[in-house]
């Protein structure tokens, strides 16, 4: 993850690679569920669509969310529950 202030911030999502190659037709039952966990993950963006859909995506997956719709509230809010918040370096 990188920042740069009036520039924004810039973060990448690594997504696992799909092994074996699914087709229309093919009999194997396909999985369309995504791993889920139990940490708690705080989301920041001040755009309240892409907060309610990323809250929304990892509160369907098990993960506890806080959100916050600035930089000034995600600090607030991650200073209030850094403990409960999981880090990189938990897992």
Do not use: C, H, W
Not at 1 to 14: D, L, Q
Not at 15 to 35: C, N, T, V, Y
Not at 61 to 80: D, F, H, P
Request: hydrophobic residues 35%; negative net charge.
């Amino acid at each position: 993850m990188s920042s740069e202030p009036g520039k924004g911030v810039e973060m990448r999502v690594y997504i696992p690679f799909a092994q074996a190659e699914i087709r229309a037709g093919d009999e194997e039952k396909k999985d369309d569920s995504l791993p889920g966990g139990s940490e708690t993950i705080l989301i920041i963006d001040d755009e309240a669509p892409v907060l309610e859909f990323g809250m929304t995506l990892l509160k369907e997956n098990g993960y506890t969310v806080l959100g916050a719709a600035s930089g000034a509230a995600g600090l607030e809010m991650y200073r209030k529950r850094v403990r409960d918040i999981a880090s990189l370096s938990s897992t």
